[in-house]
């Protein structure tokens, strides 16, 4: 009797954006791809401050104040995030060497962001990238008309991209497949 081959440890590329639809990207990859010899990097992209050169109340002096408070919340969003995937990661007992990685750079404009991701993903030597099918919520929201930074990762990356629909995809999914099926037994 031989041996079983030992699988190639799959480097697996999640970006996120804090949003639900990335959420459920990562959780549907933890339900129904996830290999124990998969090392993970969740990859998240800061969105920018904006910051105001002045307000009502500081004259045309910069409003340090609000500046510095809109740079906490930033911090500690990224943070926040940052914890809840390196918690998801371990509780699902996903390999060690996983790991969540967020971006320095301030990058705004969808194609801006997918080649970002696409650069990362390189980086990490990935072998597939797995993202919601849309998400990107907030201000990326407003600069992604013309589409989504998910079609130009697909357009852009040299690697598979699997992209997992919303939530509200799904349920829409769920009911064609219901009419389908109540179409075939009619027809029987």
């Known amino acids: 009797m031989s041996a079983q081959p030992v699988a190639k440890a799959r480097h697996v590329f999640i970006p996120v954006d804090g949003s ?4 459920r990207a990562f959780n549907w990859f933890i339900a129904n791809m996830r290999r124990d010899s998969d090392i993970v990097r969740v990859f998240h992209i800061p969105e920018p401050v904006s910051l105001p050169l002045f307000t009502l109340t500081e004259g045309v002096n910069a409003p340090f ?5 809109k740079l906490q919340e930033r911090r500690k969003k990224v943070t926040d995030l940052e914890d809840h995937y390196s918690y998801k990661l371990t509780s699902n007992k996903v390999a060690p060497t996983s790991n969540v990685y ?3 750079s301030e990058v705004t404009g969808k194609e801006n962001l997918a080649q970002e991701i ?7 030597e990935a072998d597939m ?3 919601a099918s849309t998400g990107w919520g907030g201000v990326k929201k407003k600069l992604l008309k013309g589409g989504s930074v998910a079609n130009f ?36």
């Open 118 to 124: 696409c650069q990362e993903a390189d980086k990490f």
């Open 129 to 131: 990238i797995i993202m």
């Open 102 to 104: 967020v971006s320095q």
């Open 20 to 23: 639900p639809d990335s959420e």
């Open 65 to 69: 104040k609000n500046w510095e408070v």
């Open 153 to 188: 990762v697909v357009q852009m990356a040299l690697l598979p991209v699997m992209l997992v629909p919303t939530a509200k995809n799904e349920m829409r999914m769920q009911e064609r497949r219901a009419s389908i099926r109540r179409d075939s037994n009619c027809s029987n």
